[in-house]
């Protein structure tokens, strides 16, 4: 079971008048971490956003967003600073008395002094606050985790179809690589036969020797049978009950050793072009593995 690890989701829920919109968007990462933006009166609550994000999803980051509304709070209500607007009040009497003036301080002159009048600040219920918001961050991580399941499913569909290709052409190069030692064995007899022209015949036990040396450095049996097990090991975990992108990133690490490997001890242009095309097709597969969770 594939999921990637790209992905977007937004819920809303509502309860006693109390809305609260999630956001959820996420990325690829090495593992599971946080963005979370949440407004003032929620602030108490990431790390309970951060446990529920983290039942749905092993790996990548997530980017939290969370917006409120309270229906059941005063609308345009406003709460006056009695205290400060006597005291501001009495302080331009003073004044005037002071002068001699004639005038009174009036409401005017009271209501241009700041923070008289401010906008009513009534705090929610934090229970229901509470319970609300990780309500809607539930719903938007679960809907989230069915887009990264299908986003998955489209991948899985795709990198099965690479891994097959490469399997494939393994058996090409497995074809080519048994003309290898008869391909140094006749380079080496072409070799010896130069650089003793004049010394007569060259001793058939001796050259043997020195094919079978040339053949063991050459052969690539080994390397192909690895590569055969890394691709079931390949399907295997696409195939199992958790995506593992970890897993996958690793057995591309196996696969590109195992090229390599082949690619030094090519001896034919064939071989070579070959590795070349493996890889090309690996570093595909590669860039697809890093979107898995």
């Given at each position: 079971?594939?999921?990637?690890?790209?992905?977007?989701?937004?819920?809303?829920?509502?309860?006693?008048?109390?809305?609260?919109?999630?956001?959820?968007?996420?990325?690829?990462s090495?593992h599971l971490?946080?963005?979370v933006?949440?407004p003032?009166?929620?602030?108490?609550?990431?790390?309970?956003?951060?446990?529920i994000?983290?039942?749905?999803?092993?790996r990548?980051?997530?980017?939290?967003?969370?917006?409120?509304?309270?229906?059941?709070?005063r609308?345009?209500?406003?709460?006056?600073?009695?205290?400060?607007a006597?005291?501001?009040?009495?302080?331009?009497?003073?004044?005037?008395?002071?002068?001699?003036?004639?005038?009174?301080?009036?409401?005017?002159?009271?209501?241009?002094?700041?923070?008289?009048?401010v906008?009513a600040?009534?705090?929610?219920?934090?229970?229901?606050l509470?319970?609300?918001?990780?309500?809607?961050?539930?719903?938007?991580?679960r809907?989230?985790?069915?887009?990264?399941?299908a986003?998955?499913?489209?991948?899985?569909?795709?990198?099965?179809a690479?891994?097959?290709?490469?399997?494939d052409?393994?058996?090409?190069l497995k074809?080519?690589?048994?003309d290898?030692p008869?391909?140094y064995?006749?380079?080496?007899?072409?070799?010896?036969?130069?650089?003793t022209?004049?010394?007569?015949?060259i001793?058939?036990?001796?050259?043997?020797?020195?094919v079978?040396?040339l053949?063991d450095?050459?052969?690539?049996?080994?390397?192909?049978v690895?590569?055969?097990?890394?691709?079931?090991?390949?399907?295997?975990?696409?195939?199992?009950?958790?995506?593992?992108?970890?897993?996958l990133n690793f057995?591309?690490?196996?696969?590109?050793r195992?090229?390599?490997?082949?690619?030094?001890?090519a001896?034919?242009?064939?071989?070579s072009?070959?590795?070349?095309?493996?890889?090309?097709?690996?570093?595909k597969?590669?860039?697809?593995?890093q979107?898995?969770?």
């Open positions: 079971m594939i999921k990637s690890m790209t992905a977007f989701a937004k819920a809303v829920h509502t309860k006693d008048l109390i809305t609260a919109e999630a956001v959820v968007k996420s990325y690829n090495r971490d946080f963005a933006y949440l003032e009166p929620c602030q108490g609550l990431e790390e309970e956003i951060k446990k994000a983290a039942r749905y999803h092993q990548g980051r997530m980017e939290i967003r969370v917006a409120i509304q309270d229906e059941g709070s609308e345009n209500g406003f709460d006056v600073d009695e205290t400060k006597l005291a501001y009040f009495k302080a331009l009497k003073q004044i005037t008395d002071h002068l001699g003036l004639s005038r009174e301080p009036e409401l005017a002159d009271v209501l241009s002094a700041r923070n008289i009048i906008p600040v009534e705090n929610p219920d934090q229970a229901l509470a319970q609300v918001v990780s309500e809607a961050v539930d719903l938007a991580a809907d989230l985790d069915r887009m990264r399941r986003e998955g499913e489209n991948l899985y569909q795709d990198l099965m690479r891994i097959t290709e490469i399997e052409q393994m058996d090409q074809s080519l690589s048994g290898i008869v391909l064995k006749k380079r080496l007899q072409e070799r010896l036969a130069r650089l022209a004049d010394q007569g015949e001793d058939p036990v001796r050259l043997a020797q020195e079978a040396i053949a450095k050459s052969d690539v049996s080994e390397e192909i690895r590569i055969s097990s890394h691709i079931h090991q390949f399907r295997k975990t696409m195939n199992a009950d958790r995506s593992q992108g970890q897993t057995l591309i690490q196996e696969f590109n195992e090229f390599n490997t082949i690619g030094s001890k001896g034919q242009a064939a071989l072009h070959m590795v070349v095309d493996l890889k090309s097709k690996l570093e597969i590669r860039e697809q593995v979107n898995i969770e």
